[in-house]
């Protein structure tokens, strides 16, 4: 039988859209799927060699539970975004959900293939040295091949 394959996008790079490519990726790799993701415009973040400055936003973003309701216009105030951030991290941790640094290097691990898509890269002028090692760079060509080969494509 031959291996099953998933494909992903991962184009956000919020703390609350970078857990679903990680979570997937990693499940699909323990599974002994060939697994790749290619990371595009602000997803590239989740390729950064620190994860500290991933951030939630609380602001337009209606399905987030607060502790206590709050009016939109206290979301808009400075030092919310880093706030909602802790209190998520902190409750992830309280609830024994793995960083999302242990996720990306469970994927490392497992051997999911990451790529970078050179066009975002040349467009926000980052340099390879922005990244962490082990990762792939192309455009969509590169990535439609295997995509177009793969039992599962998921557009997050």
């Given amino acids: 039988m031959a291996t099953k394959k998933m494909a992903l996008i991962a184009t956000k790079?919020?703390?609350d859209m970078a857990y679903p490519p990680f979570i997937l990726a990693s499940?699909?790799?323990?599974?002994?799927?060939d697994v790749q993701i290619f990371f595009t415009f602000y997803g590239l973040q989740l390729l950064r060699t620190s994860l500290d400055d991933i951030k939630?936003?609380?602001?337009?973003?209606?399905?987030?539970?607060?502790?206590?309701?709050?009016?939109?216009?206290?979301?808009?105030?400075?030092?919310?975004?880093?706030?909602?951030?802790?209190?998520?991290?902190?409750?992830?941790?309280k609830k024994g959900v793995a960083s999302l640094q242990e996720l990306r290097d469970i994927c490392l691990e497992a051997e999911v293939?990451?790529?970078?898509?050179?066009m975002t890269v040349d467009l926000f002028e980052f340099?390879?040295?922005?990244?962490?090692?082990?990762?792939?760079?192309?455009?969509?060509?590169t990535f439609m091949k295997f995509a177009g080969e793969s039992d599962v494509c998921l557009f997050i």
């Avoid at 337009?60 to 105030?77: C, G, I, K, S, T």
């Avoid at 340099?127 to 060509?141: L, R, W």
């Fill in 13 to 15: 790079g919020t703390l």
């Fill in 27 to 33: 499940t699909a790799a323990a599974l002994g799927w």
């Fill in 56 to 93: 939630i936003s609380p602001l337009a973003n209606p399905a987030m539970p607060m502790p206590v309701p709050m009016p939109v216009f206290v979301q808009m105030l400075p030092g919310m975004e880093s706030m909602a951030t802790m209190m998520m991290k902190n409750k992830m941790k």
């Fill in 113 to 118: 293939k990451f790529v970078a898509c050179q």
């Fill in 127 to 141: 340099e390879k040295s922005d990244f962490i090692q082990g990762i792939e760079y192309g455009g969509a060509a």
